[in-house]
């Protein structure tokens, strides 16, 4: 095979899931552009101007990650629903929490990352009065140190090209990441 020069690496290999939502609530500009919603990427429908299905276990994670690290008014208005203060939603965020069922299939977080997100917001005066939160909240088993710093972490990469680890170091920051999930 010829080699043209070309490579890949993936910056967020050595990430966790919830650090990754981190870095991208940093971000403003693409919330009235970005999805993450298998049912409507999957959807054949040329006319469709939905972001998200609001009932997949992909849009139940996004939205549980993303409000680990994002104000709620931004996220409701991103998703154009409250999807933790819908009830309906209960039996599928049992399922990514693994209280019930399997969890799902979907790309989505691991069960100590969803279980992480939740316990969290449960001590956030913004989340902990919504329908999830009160119905699942107290359900969840505490989460062991170890699971809860991999979920926030960033490790260097290795392969990658020195400028771009000096930004992924930039972004990754101690006074960032202290700052999105309850430090000081």
Not at 151 to 169: F, I, K, M, S
Request: hydrophobic share 40%; with cysteine; aromatic share 8%.
């Amino acid at each position: 095979m010829k080699d043209f020069g070309l490579s890949r690496r993936s910056l967020l290999r050595g990430m966790g899931e919830l650090e990754i939502c981190r870095m991208f609530a940093a971000l403003d500009g693409y919330d009235e552009l970005f999805s993450s919603c298998n049912v409507v990427v999957r959807s054949t429908d040329p006319h469709r101007t939905e972001r998200w299905c609001l009932d997949c276990a992909k849009c139940r994670w996004v939205f549980l990650a993303l409000a680990a690290v994002m104000p709620r008014s931004r996220l409701v208005q991103i998703f154009q629903r409250d999807l933790l203060d819908d009830r309906a939603q209960i039996a599928g965020y049992r399922e990514l929490l693994g209280l019930d069922g399997h969890k799902p299939l979907e790309c989505v977080g691991e069960i100590a990352e969803a279980r992480i997100a939740l316990r969290q917001l449960a001590e956030d005066q913004q989340w902990r009065d919504t329908a999830v939160l009160n119905e699942l909240a107290a359900q969840i088993p505490p989460v062991p140190s170890d699971q809860r710093e991999r979920a926030w972490r960033v490790d260097r990469v290795g392969t990658v090209p020195e400028a771009y680890q000096a930004a992924l170091d930039r972004w990754s920051s101690p006074t960032m990441s202290a700052s999105a999930h309850g430090g000081s």
